[in-house]
């Protein structure tokens, strides 16, 4: 359906299908093939919106999974139903209209390193299992981290030797050499280059070196993204999120600014707002920034549990004196007329512990006041390093007002609402509540 309807509510949405390029899928509207953002842009001509909100959402989005986020978010926002009255007051006519935005983002499966068909990747076991099903099981799996890694020869023939290895010995005490040189080539044809703090999403890490990984992700209190003990294919997991930085920047730069772009002709007197979570603020900060920039400024930028270096909308990065932040063009080009928003969760695992071990490094894995480490998510620690003062708040029920300021960025501190989910993640997901609603709707009002 080329419209969602959010049951229960009066809201819907638009969700518009991009495949890992970041190319539009075309969609079948009354029969015949056609892109939906065409679909869109008619209506925008013809019924004028007030407020439109694009949404993009971050890791482990497939198409089911794009639709289950972006129904819980708006229902979430649907339920507030004093913010609607406020924007109403605030907008005689208040018409909005909401855009989800889906692109390929699943770096890995959890189920795919457990028993996975006919071929067990427990720890520590060799297992033989029938010599057919073994190969195709094992070409799926090079298949689908061909497709999140890179698609090569090289990279292919890579993945195999992992995972030979890992059906011989899944938690060796050290990487063979063969095993080594197969994750170096992995690296080397994903071809995302290793940065440092100043890099580009993807980018921003340190020279990947799997034997250091390795050993970082076995002494590690859990490894990465993974729900049982260390093994060699966590680093896997690690190169195949990176990459999705990588995929995140891409999309955000390419498909997704060209939609904002095409929504602003449609609509010249709507006020546009921008909302992410984890990778998807990659996403809205790429369709900002850069010397591509959209027609105007939006009016409202909201990043939740931001997986995105917390350097990144600095002009001179602490850690990288002279070098900016990826997005610093975004403040100093002043491409966000209202608040930028920002939440930050001492619970979320996926950030405070999983994003620093992926760009290469521990040791800062910790949640500590004033304590800024050199690679860092903005959902552990906020916008950080900039020049004019940041707002750090609380985040408040959903019956208090914020009284957000145009052009002002506000780190919200919000471990006592983004708060629950177990496993490898904890609350990085926790985000569909009346709490991180009203912090969308205060935005867009502020």
């Given at each position: 359906?080329?419209?969602?309807?959010?049951?229960?509510?009066?809201?819907?949405?638009?969700?518009?299908?991009?495949?890992?390029?970041?190319?539009?899928?075309?969609?079948?509207?009354?029969?015949?093939?056609?892109?939906?953002?065409?679909?869109?842009?008619?209506?925008?001509?013809?019924d004028s919106a007030t407020d439109i909100f694009i949404m993009s959402h971050g890791w482990k989005g497939d198409v089911p999974a794009a639709r289950d986020q972006y129904e819980r978010w708006i229902r979430a926002m649907a339920m507030n139903s004093a913010d609607l009255e406020k924007m109403h007051a605030k907008r005689p006519g208040f018409s909005p209209l909401i855009i989800g935005l889906h692109w390929p983002s699943q770096?890995?499966?959890?189920?795919?390193?457990?028993?996975?068909?006919?071929?067990?990747?427990?720890?520590?076991?060799?297992?033989?299992?029938?010599?057919?099903?073994?190969?195709?099981?094992?070409?799926?799996?090079?298949?689908?981290?061909?497709?999140?890694?890179a698609d090569t020869p090289r990279a292919r023939a890579a993945l195999k030797t992992i995972f030979d290895a890992a059906l011989v010995d899944i938690a060796p005490q050290h990487l063979s050499d063969e095993a080594r040189?197969?994750?170096?080539?992995?690296?080397?044809?994903?071809?995302?280059?290793?940065?440092?703090?100043?890099?580009?999403?993807?980018?921003?890490?340190?020279?990947?070196?799997?034997?250091?990984?390795?050993?970082?992700?076995?002494?590690?209190?859990?490894?990465?993204?993974?729900?049982?003990?260390?093994?060699?294919?966590?680093?896997?997991?690690?190169?195949?999120?990176?990459?999705?930085?990588?995929?995140?920047?891409?999309?955000?730069?390419?498909?997704?600014?060209?939609?904002?772009?095409?929504?602003?002709?449609?609509?010249?007197?709507?006020?546009?707002h921008l909302m992410g979570h984890s990778f998807g603020c990659i996403v809205v900060s790429a369709m900002l920034a850069g010397a591509s920039a959209p027609v105007r400024p939006v009016s409202s930028l909201v990043l939740m549990q931001g997986a995105l270096s917390l350097w990144s909308y600095?002009?001179?990065?602490?850690?990288?004196?002279?070098?900016?932040?990826?997005?610093?063009?975004?403040?100093?080009k002043q491409r966000v007329s209202g608040p930028i928003v920002a939440t930050q969760s001492r619970f979320?695992?996926?950030?405070?512990?999983?994003?620093?071990?992926?760009?290469?490094?521990?040791?800062?894995?910790?949640?500590?006041?004033?304590?800024?480490?050199?690679?860092?998510?903005?959902?552990?620690?906020?916008?950080?390093?900039?020049?004019d003062p940041v707002h750090g708040l609380d985040m408040l029920s959903a019956a208090a007002d914020y009284e957000f300021h145009p052009g002002k960025i506000y780190n919200l501190e919000s471990s006592a609402f983004i708060c629950d989910g177990d496993g490898p993640s904890g609350a990085?997901?926790?985000?569909?509540?009346?709490?991180?609603?009203?912090?969308?709707?205060?935005?867009?009002r502020g």
């Amino acid at each position: 359906m080329p419209y969602e309807n959010v049951s229960g509510t009066n809201l819907g949405y638009y969700l518009i299908n991009h495949d890992e390029n970041g190319a539009e899928r075309q969609e079948t509207i009354n029969g015949a093939a056609q892109f939906l953002s065409d679909a869109v842009m008619q209506k925008l001509r013809k019924d004028s919106a007030t407020d439109i909100f694009i949404m993009s959402h971050g890791w482990k989005g497939d198409v089911p999974a794009a639709r289950d986020q972006y129904e819980r978010w708006i229902r979430a926002m649907a339920m507030n139903s004093a913010d609607l009255e406020k924007m109403h007051a605030k907008r005689p006519g208040f018409s909005p209209l909401i855009i989800g935005l889906h692109w390929p983002s699943q770096p890995w499966g959890d189920e795919e390193f457990g028993n996975a068909g006919n071929v067990s990747f427990g720890v520590g076991v060799v297992n033989a299992p029938a010599p057919a099903a073994a190969a195709d099981n094992l070409d799926t799996l090079i298949d689908r981290y061909a497709c999140r890694i890179a698609d090569t020869p090289r990279a292919r023939a890579a993945l195999k030797t992992i995972f030979d290895a890992a059906l011989v010995d899944i938690a060796p005490q050290h990487l063979s050499d063969e095993a080594r040189r197969a994750f170096a080539t992995l690296d080397a044809e994903a071809a995302m280059g290793s940065e440092g703090a100043a890099g580009a999403p993807g980018a921003d890490r340190e020279p990947f070196d799997a034997e250091r990984s390795y050993q970082l992700v076995r002494t590690d209190i859990a490894s990465f993204g993974g729900s049982g003990s260390p093994g060699i294919l966590d680093l896997l997991r690690q190169l195949s999120f990176w990459k999705m930085k990588e995929r995140a920047l891409h999309f955000g730069e390419n498909g997704a600014r060209d939609l904002l772009v095409k929504i602003q002709q449609a609509a010249p007197d709507a006020h546009v707002h921008l909302m992410g979570h984890s990778f998807g603020c990659i996403v809205v900060s790429a369709m900002l920034a850069g010397a591509s920039a959209p027609v105007r400024p939006v009016s409202s930028l909201v990043l939740m549990q931001g997986a995105l270096s917390l350097w990144s909308y600095c002009r001179d990065i602490p850690v990288a004196p002279g070098k900016p932040g990826y997005f610093h063009s975004i403040v100093d080009k002043q491409r966000v007329s209202g608040p930028i928003v920002a939440t930050q969760s001492r619970f979320d695992k996926a950030l405070g512990k999983y994003y620093p071990l992926g760009a290469g490094l521990a040791g800062q894995i910790v949640y500590e006041a004033g304590a800024l480490p050199r690679y860092a998510a903005v959902g552990t620690y906020g916008i950080a390093g900039m020049n004019d003062p940041v707002h750090g708040l609380d985040m408040l029920s959903a019956a208090a007002d914020y009284e957000f300021h145009p052009g002002k960025i506000y780190n919200l501190e919000s471990s006592a609402f983004i708060c629950d989910g177990d496993g490898p993640s904890g609350a990085h997901s926790d985000i569909a509540k009346a709490e991180t609603a009203h912090v969308v709707w205060e935005a867009a009002r502020g």
